[in-house]
């Protein structure tokens, strides 16, 4: 770049204005970067307009106080299209009126000083009379306006320095850095700008290039970001589409099986009612023939009784038999409303994917705009930077370049921005089906532990936490022997698939959670909230008190969960104090949860409710309604009483269809799994796990052999599984 760039190599549309679509006439530039005819501005903008948006990029500028007239003229662009249009004129008509003699004959040269042209005998004398010797360096041959090596250097020095705004009788000799590079002549440094920074235009160019050399050279590391996002967008528009494909396929095929599962129920509720019924007619049979043999002897003394008996058999299996039917018809009516309302659900939920599919498309379609914009912004930005450079015009670049590296820098940020959580964008998120919705009842744990399982996890001293996603990946935190930090994936046999032990004791993770397919979402017992990226190692971590006004000094935060519909992440700590960040770990806003909770030892996030487990506080548990800045309790979770010891909250998780799992503690270490109905906080059951094993936290993950309880313990390196059925 900057190397000495052609006249003939510009592209017609770097000096069209995209208003008039004409070439530009007074080239007015925005701040960023892009440019339009002075006459055209001034008809879009309304009168008295305070603000400007740019037609090509939408970006909304501050107009200044004199309106477009003091936008800044591109001086460089403007010097091209003088060039342009001297190498036009000549080749339309070679006659021009000479400047001295004043005859129309066929030029020679042009002066820029004159800013005219000249016959060859005006040329030759105003090119060696000592009275126009400061003119010679700025004459240009137009013999020279056809060759294919004619560069925009070239014809940059020919220019002169430009006159003064005070005094436009005099040409600038200085720039006053106070006033913005502003060309000055000599007395104007003893009149309105006297005592101001006054600075050589050479030198000050020369630093100015080697400035936006250094910028442009510092933005080129961030193009191959910036231009691969295109190709991620389109994966991720593939993505959504086939994940929508398999989310309504899979529902579809559930409808279907529960669908013929119910059918043979109704017809196994059938055929055990013929069975019933012929059960009935059978024992009827026996009771009315043991009952004609006591009677035979009777039956010649009193036949009435006889018959009284057998209509009350009769009567008898009549009754049974309705009963029978009644609840057969129950049973029936039951299974078939049960499949409506499945149905029903079904039919939301794949609305619901409909939904999520069209508003994700038009994100990913507002995504697609942002970075088409960044890369014109890219090549816009590049190509001024390169033609300025290449022009080596003093003058011209003091006046240009630092509003070229504002755009720059203003770029560079926007491209180093982390990429706006395209797995979001790319899935569908369905809640599970309602408990009771399957007909099946409800979901029950395992009686006892399924596995027991060895974790590979080297160097482990303490497991801190668990999660898991939706595809079934697993991660746990937790310190090594030497009290540093360790991410683990491992698979549901134990293996490890990946550790990385991250340097210095300073992050110590405490809790952690799935904010999308692979990012991690963690928080340190040091305050600081980060993302962890399980395909690179990379990471990202900020401290709570630098981005949080008037951070009580005393805060300190222990736990985490994520609300990957909206992408956020909520910290929870010793407080009533609530966080939640975006997926750029830009603080969105502070809650405070409800009086009667005094901290959130540990939380989950599911359909909109807040699970707070306030382990060191009222040792009690709350399902919490978030509101926009505010909370409510929903409902308490029973606290359970097994044994009459006092337990107190751990760990909280849910499962694919509402249920909700908590791990319960007692001083003694004591732990015991409890699930919880949804819609009110009420125990089903309660599981009591072997006191030998130390555990303190619980996910519920979906296998092949379906879903999964894991919890894993303290300090052996083990990890409990229950099933869910």
Known sequence: MASASPLKDIDEQYLQCCICMEQLKEPKILPCLHRYCR????????????????????????????????????????????????????????????????????????????????????????ASSSMFQDHYPHIFFLSEAEAANLTIQKLSSLKVAPRCQTHPEKLSELCCTTCGNLPICIPCTFGEHRGHNLEEVKSLAKIQREMLKGKIADLLQYKEKAYSMREEIKKAKDKLELNVDQESRKLQEQLDREGERIKKEIHDAEKELNTK?????????????????????????????????????????????????????????????????????????????????????????????????????????????????????????????????????????????????????????????????TVRGKVGISEDVESIIDLHIKESKYITDITSNEDGTIVITGLTSAWQTYIAVITMGGSLQQQNILPGPGLNIVRCSFLSQFLIAAVCGDNQIGIYDIRDQSRRFINLSDVIMNCPTNQQVCSITTDPVNGHIIVGCYSRDVYVFNSKLEHVKTMELPDVIQGAGDIAMYEGKLFVCDSSGTRRAFAVALKQTASEVEYEFTKPTLGGSDWYPRSVCTDQNGYIYMLWEEWSGRSLIVQYTKDGGQIELEREVDRTHDVRAITAVQTKQGEKLLLPTRGTKKLLTYGLT
């Open 277 to 437: 019924w012929a059960d009935l007619e059978e024992r009827m049979g026996e009771k009315t023939s043991g009952r004609k043999k006591e009677l035979e002897k009777e039956m010649r003394e009193s036949r009435e009784r006889y018959e009284q008996a057998c209509r009350e058999e009769r009567q008898e299996a009549d009754l049974n038999f309705r009963k029978l039917k009644e609840e057969n018809t129950k049973v029936r009516e039951n299974l078939e409303s049960g499949l409506r309302v499945m149905n029903n659900e079904i039919q939301e939920m794949l609305a619901s994917i409909r939904t999520q599919k069209n508003e994700n498309a038009k994100k990913i379609e507002e995504l697609s705009d942002h970075f088409d914009s960044i890369v014109k912004k890219f090549e816009n930005v590049t190509a001024t930077a390169d033609r300025i450079l290449a022009a080596q015009n003093d003058w011209t670049d003091v006046q240009c370049i630092p509003d070229v590296c504002r755009a720059v820098d203003l770029l560079r940020e926007e491209v180093k921005r982390d990429n706006p959580g395209m797995e979001n964008l790319s899935g569908v998120r369905i809640r599970g089906l309602s408990a009771g919705v």
């Open 39 to 126: 006459e055209c501005l001034k008809k879009i903008v309304k009168k008295g307009a305070k603000k400007i948006e740019c037609v090509t990029c939408r970006e909304v500028h501050a107009l200044p106080k004199g309106g477009i007239d003091s936008l800044k003229t591109d001086f460089n662009t403007k010097n091209i299209i003088e060039f342009v249009q001297l190498q036009d004129s000549v080749k339309v008509d070679p006659l021009h009126t000479c400047i001295h003699c004043k005859k129309k004959q066929k030029a020679s040269a042009f002066c820029f000083r004159c800013n005219d042209f000249l016959c060859k005998t005006c040329h030759e004398f105003h």
